[in-house]
């Protein structure tokens, strides 16, 4: 190479093609998405997504400060892409509207734990389980997944009795006698955030399975 | 280069004179490198026993993992492939680093900037994108004393004293821009100004596509392109496909970033290209491979750390490239998606091949600056072999238990009882990763060591004069 301008030129325009490519191009590709307007069998409309409840969104500042995104993902592969489905962490393929609200995205590239798109939903009605945030072991035996007793208060139990939200352990993870655990106001924000975590809402581009298994796109 | 007195190991008085900032650069780097992978050390503990340390926020897996990254890639690679580079461009154009001490204070705030984020991010204040994870405040300090060390490069390149621009040098230019290029498109669209929704993670993937691929592997190659030849003194037969396989590799990297995202919520163009560039990928990784090959003789290589450690090098970016090549079909990734094969893919790039060529680099640009040689060969090939094999072990686990991680996800195993089938290997790669670090004390060692023999010169008319006041002006001349 003798052409120190040649090379520099060179050099310049493939760095531009790629940023054109995969910056630039995406950015005007993906900015007309917009929250989705539609109606459900009952006849009533209804946005997706909807905006996080405030708690919520306190609650994924815990998250990501925490770093929970190294171990958990949250995207749900089509069925033709891998087996997350199967697995039941989703009912139909999580796409680029299901983030519209989320900054940082926290999409994440491990999966030592179960991905948690939906986590929010497979706890259904049943309250969040914060004794899982305290220490997992309590709630899953040998899990590796991160315990968080910073978030936890643990205090002797006031006079006036123990309080409603202390949290019941047993075993090894029970507070000594006379003492109670009880959640400070980032465990209760970041257990909201979690529970937020739905995304089983029919989309054009994303419709939920019907009966047949027809639920590629 | 034959071995001799300790005036014939000294390099050019151009290379000597850019001395101090290399040298710092140099030293400062495997310092990161050290607190690098004791935080990757931290991980693998609490990958073993959750409860360690789980009184404490800052001991938050996702923290230890997100501040270890960052000071390996900005504190030691990318501190170590600097001053290898501006080292090289002084050496192959014949000129001393100009401006004065500007580059000793851009190395500084480097460091300086590093000594803020990283810690930052140990106290939760992380961005929480993976490779970007720096808190803000230390950004425009790193962007800038990057781009002063860029420019004086540059500087050195385009007043060289040789009319032809070797395929070394053209390597490092690609690198030198190549940082801020992607570093300040990232740190805008994610950072400061965020776009919307998935086009972070599109962003993101590109710039960690980039940062390997591009920016690191440049700076590897630059190193392995002048040292190869010139350790091994032969050319490779295919040294002619070199530029062939620069051009290539430079379209294609930026290109593959996709592949991280196959099956993700992205325009499904985004991973279909990257499936395509990563094969295509293959070509250049095949004619680069070829072009480096010294072709040098066993006994040659056990006789030199340097050629030993660039020949390992150049082997484990092919088998790295080839191996991001082929992940990059669909098939792989549905199954190897998100396990740790691809930490272990990345800890073969970043260690076996950039960290590789960046040590044989400092075996070989240290004696030329300080005009020492190396004191110690037991230190040596201590260092060198706890490396290879720590390495090699360390890569190894992950890429099979991370394989092997992958299949029981395939098959629906729950994630605790995968996660116990995991343990022995992530506690090998545990061990892979203790090598490593203990054996980067050989190497400090052995530099501490050059460094003494390199002022005891200077100690000599004190030593005299301590001993005989009344003579000193005898001894002026050493």
Known sequence: MKHGAVLFCGILTAFSASWWGMVAYPQRQLSPLTTYLGTNDAGNTYLYPNARSGEAVQGRQVYLSLGCVACHTQQVRPVDGGNDIARGWGRRRSVARDYLNDSPVQLGESRLGPDLANYGERLGTNAFPLARLFNPRAVVTNSVCQPLPFLFENRVIRSSGPSADALVLKGAYAPGAGHEVVPTLAAVQLASYLKSLQTSVELPEAPLPVVTEEASK | ?478
């Open chain 2, 1 to 478: 280069m034959s071995s001799g007195t300790t005036a014939s190991v000294r390099g050019e008085p151009y290379e000597v004179r850019s001395g101090g900032p290399v040298l710092f650069l140099l030293a400062s780097g495997l310092l990161w490198l050290l607190v690098g992978l004791t935080l990757t050390l931290l991980t693998g503990i609490k990958l073993q026993f959750p409860a360690f340390g789980s009184e404490f926020a800052f001991l938050s897996y996702g923290r230890l993992q997100s501040a270890a990254g960052c000071a390996l890639v900005y504190g030691f690679a990318a501190q170590v492939g600097l001053g290898l580079s501006l080292w090289l461009l002084a050496r192959l154009g014949g000129r001393a680093l100009p401006g004065g001490g500007l580059a000793g204070i851009a190395a500084a705030s480097w460091n300086v900037a590093l000594s803020i984020g990283i810690p930052g991010i140990v106290a939760g204040q992380g961005t929480g994108l993976r490779w970007l994870e720096l808190p803000r405040e230390s950004v425009p300090l790193l962007f800038l004393s990057y781009l002063v060390l860029a420019i004086l490069g540059a500087r050195l390149l385009f007043q060289r004293s040789t009319s032809r621009i070797s395929t070394g040098q053209a390597y490092i230019l690609v690198a030198l821009f190549w940082f801020p290029w992607i570093f300040s498109t990232a740190q805008v669209a994610l950072v400061f100004l965020p776009v919307r929704g998935v086009l972070q993670a599109i962003i993101a993937g590109w710039y960690a596509q980039a940062l390997f691929l591009g920016w690191l592997s440049s700076l590897a190659l630059g190193v392995l392109y002048v040292l190869l030849p010139e350790l091994s003194g032969r050319v490779s037969p295919y040294s002619r496909h070199a530029g062939f396989g620069f051009w290539s590799w430079l379209v294609l990297t930026g290109w593959t970033s996709g592949s991280a995202l196959v099956g993700g919520p992205v325009p499904a163009w985004i991973p279909t290209l990257a499936v395509a560039s990563g094969v295509l990928l293959l070509i250049p990784t095949v004619l680069i491979s070829l072009s480096l090959h010294s072709g040098s003789r066993l006994r040659a290589l056990f006789s030199s750390p340097a050629l030993f450690l660039a020949t390992v090098s150049g082997i484990s970016f092919t088998v790295w490239g080839v191996l991001t090549a082929l992940t990059s079909f669909r098939c792989a990734r549905e199954v190897l998606q998100f396990t740790q094969f691809f930490v272990g893919l990345n800890q073969l790039g970043l260690f076996g091949f950039v960290a590789f060529a960046f040590f044989a680099g400092i075996y070989v640009a240290v004696p030329r600056l300080l005009g020492v040689k190396w004191k110690y060969p037991i230190l040596s090939v201590l260092h060198v072999a706890g490396s290879v094999a720590g390495v090699g072990l360390a890569v190894a686990s992950l890429l099979l238990g991370g394989w092997l991680q992958g299949w029981a996800l395939h098959d629906g195993v729950d994630s605790v009882t995968v996660v116990r089938h995991l343990q022995p290997w992530l506690c090998l790669n545990f061990l892979g990763i203790l090598l490593f670090l203990g054996s980067q004390f050989a190497l400090l060692l052995q530099l501490l060591a050059a460094v003494v023999y390199f002022l005891l010169p200077l100690g000599q008319p004190v030593v005299a004069w301590v001993l005989a006041p009344t003579s000193t002006s005898g001894t002026k001349s050493s």
